[in-house]
Every structure is written in C-alpha cells, then in structure tokens.
C-alpha cells in the first residue's frame, strides 16, 4: 500500500469512516498527558480500593489504614498521590484529617467505571461472553 502525499506531507486515506473530522475533535496532546497520570495512578490496586472507599464515605487515615490492611504511613503516601492527581480532597477538623473524593465529573464517571469492572457476577451468566 502506498502513502498518498501532497507537498510533502502525508495525507490519510479516504475508507470512508470520516476520519478527518473525528480528528478536528481529538483533544490536545496535554490532554492525553492528564489522562494518561491519572491512570497511571489508578494503576495500584491499593489507590483503587481507597479511591473506591472515598467516593462511598469521608474517612480518616486510621479508618482507612484497617478498612484496606495498611499502615497509616503507607495509605498517607497513596492519599497524597491520589491528592495531587485531583481525585481526593480533604478537611481538618481539630487534629483530625478526613477524606473524601472529589465531587467532579470526572471522578463519577471514574467510580462508574470502577463499578462496572468490579461487578463480580454478570447477570447473563457466561453464555453472552464473546
């Protein structure tokens, strides 16, 4: 197959699936960047389990040491990763620090996904697997 090409430059090829104007839609490159971090950080079963936990309630690092069998240290350090991603937020109160994840779209549409992949029963049984 050869490439077409007008003054130099590579042009796509027309199979009829509009191309071109999907590609007048396609986010920027930086947008990519931010997606790909932010999957790079869910990549760790811990922070997915604690991101899970924080979208269901607001908790404490303690509480959330003994709901995922961690240390306070340990979760601190995923907590502050998942902090600087954007996905969790927290408040002090007294000396206390409580968390919960961020009311934005993109962490609902995170816990959406999450709920889906997590389903552990699929209601049609294994018959509708492809």
């Known amino acids: ?45 811990t922070r997915l389990r604690i991101l899970w936990l924080l979208a269901h309630c607001e908790a404490c690092v303690l509480n959330i040491s003994v709901a995922v069998s961690m240390s306070t240290s340990a979760v601190s350090h995923h907590l502050r990763i998942l902090r600087q991603t954007g996905l969790i937020i927290n408040r002090r109160a007294g000396k206390e620090v409580y968390y919960k994840a961020c009311n934005t779209p993109l962490v609902h549409q995170l816990h959406d996904v999450m709920e889906d992949v997590l389903r552990i029963a699929c209601p049609f049984g294994n018959e509708h697997i492809l």
Do not use: V, W
């Not at 920027?28 to 079963?45: G, M, N, R, T, V």
């Open 1 to 45: 197959e050869t490439i077409q090409q007008t003054n130099g430059r590579e042009q796509l090829h027309d199979h009829g699936e509009n191309i071109e104007q999907l590609l007048e839609h396609m986010p920027d490159e930086e947008a990519f960047y931010k997606a790909s971090d932010i999957f790079q950080q869910l990549c760790d079963p």
